[in-house]
């Protein structure tokens, strides 16, 4: 089977966030493979092993996304494509990601496409149905378990807490949830055998596209941060008196009665 995932770069989940001239800061900042990427990567490589095959992850972004690659590599993946758009695109959002990414793949005959359910940083969730979508291809998103029955498929997915089972074909783009397996740390010979894995570097014109076909269709008006949450307050004494300055604080305080 033709494998493929789309991973992205972020932020570490424990980092902290700060902004910089309007800008999320970077500096210092710890960069990970999407969490959700990573459940894309360990299905990819245990349905590549049940079935044959090879597993591509993919990239979009900039050179220091060569790291996170090689730690899919090491993982077990086969190969890594990094798309690098450092130097030919300015401002970016999903239309440009997606675009890229199914300029990539329009010709790979994929069989299968993983992505992660949601960016933890962007966190829109489009990027895998937008490429869906430009390949003209089945998709189903948040998924828990995959079985693949030849050239079809049936697929659970997460519906807020609930499942839905679907039937589906080949090819397919599916997008990952949290629980749809555990994904496995490198090993030692897993990280001595991806120094040697094909990484390729691509970039906009290789793929025939030029700055203009992947402007963003969105402008980002400003970016702050949440205002800071007030410490929460305890009442005491007897329960007709703290159930009168509820009344009271709701009223007066919180305005919502
Ligand atoms: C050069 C560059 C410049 C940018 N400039 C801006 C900017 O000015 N303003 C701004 O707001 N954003 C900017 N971005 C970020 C960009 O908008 C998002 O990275 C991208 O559209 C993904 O959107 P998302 O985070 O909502 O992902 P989601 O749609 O939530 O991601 C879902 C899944 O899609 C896949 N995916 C997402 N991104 C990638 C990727 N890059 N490569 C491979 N797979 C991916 C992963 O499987 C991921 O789990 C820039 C990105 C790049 C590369």
């Given at each position: 089977m033709n494998i493929y995932v789309l991973m992205k770069r972020t932020f570490d989940t424990e980092e902290k966030i700060t902004l910089k001239g309007g800008k999320i800061n970077e500096d210092g900042a710890e960069f990970i493979i999407n969490p959700y990427d990573e459940y894309a990567i360990e299905e990819a490589i245990q349905v590549r092993d049940a079935n044959g095959g090879e597993v591509t992850v993919i990239s979009v972004g900039g050179e220091e996304s060569e790291k996170q690659l090689r730690t899919a590599l090491a993982m077990g993946a086969d190969k890594a494509v990094l798309i690098n758009t450092e130097d030919d695109v300015e401002n970016a959002d999903q239309f440009t990601t997606a675009k890229i990414l199914g300029e990539f793949l329009k010709?790979?005959?994929?069989d299968l496409i993983i992505g992660g359910n949601?960016?933890?940083?962007?966190?829109?969730?489009q990027v895998g149905p937008r490429v869906a979508e430009l390949l003209n291809i089945p998709y189903v998103t948040t998924i828990t378990k995959l079985e693949i029955n030849g050239s079809s498929a049936t697929v659970t997915r997460d519906v807020e807490g609930d499942s839905e089972i679907i039937e589906t074909s080949l090819p397919l783009l599916v997008t990952a949830q949290q629980g749809l397996n555990e994904p496995r740390y490198p090993s030692l010979p897993g990280i001595m055998k991806a120094k040697k894995k094909p990484l390729d570097e691509l970039e906009l014109d290789d793929l025939d596209l030029d700055e203009d076909d992947v402007e963003a269709k969105t402008k980002t008006i400003e970016i702050y941060l949440p205002p800071k949450k007030e410490a929460g307050k305890v009442l005491a004494g007897d329960l007709n008196d703290q159930v009168k300055e509820l009344v009271q604080l709701l009223h007066t305080e919180a305005k919502v009665i």
């Open positions: 010709d790979k005959d994929a949601v960016a933890i940083d962007g966190g829109t969730g």
